[in-house]
């Protein structure tokens, strides 16, 4: 079994039990890193074009005008092909309520007939927020199990929450 986790994370300014502090490592990266240790997943790590503005203000901002006009942000790469894979994660921050619209970007037109896929969210208080049907929305032919919500300021020490989750369900 091939697994393969497409991810977005933020490092610099997030927001963090309440307070925006500066992380040196986005909370979505420390799982992604996890699932590649223990799985031998590949990894995709989804990045825009144009960068989010450092300031965490500003990019909910920006990422808010994406989302209420239904824009895919442009990446410096996308995947072409993920035949290969039995698994895919797909991993990120909640941004009101959802993935980030570069995650939507980085999957629009990939055949996922057959795959297996698993959400997983960093968040800081909204859970998986509806990622789960706005997946199940842009994908069609895949099965999907039930995702798993990781509290952002908790990720670096959540190892063994993802691994046990992702052992049952791949």
């Known amino acids: 079994m091939k697994n393969l986790v497409i991810y977005y994370s933020r ?7 309440g307070k925006i502090k500066n992380i040196d490592k986005g909370n979505t990266e420390y799982i992604a890193e996890f699932l590649k240790e223990d799985l031998g997943a590949d990894l995709f ?3 825009t074009v144009k960068e989010y503005s450092k300031s965490y203000m500003d990019c909910i901002r920006e990422a808010q005008k994406e989302l209420d006009n239904g824009e895919h942000p442009a990446l ?5 092909d993920i035949s290969e894979y039995d698994n895919i994660f797909i991993a990120g921050p909640c941004w009101w309520g959802t993935y ?9 037109g990939l055949d996922f007939n057959g795959k297996k896929v ?3 969210m960093t968040h800081e208080g909204s859970g998986m927020g509806h990622c789960e049907a706005d ?8 099965s999907f199990v039930k995702g798993l919500p990781i509290h952002g300021a908790d990720a670096a020490g959540s190892k063994e929450k993802v ?3 992702a052992r049952k369900n791949i």
Not at 11 to 17: A, F, L, Q, R, T
Not at 76 to 80: C, Q
Not at 100 to 108: G, H, N, Q
Not at 135 to 142: F, M, T
């Open 11 to 17: 490092k610099g300014e997030n927001y963090v039990n």
């Open 45 to 47: 790590k989804v990045e």
């Open 76 to 80: 410096k790469e996308y995947l072409k």
């Open 100 to 108: 980030p619209m570069a995650i939507f970007a980085a999957i629009e």
């Open 118 to 120: 698993l959400p997983i």
């Open 135 to 142: 997946l199940k929305a842009q994908i069609s032919g895949a």
């Open 163 to 165: 691994l046990d989750w």
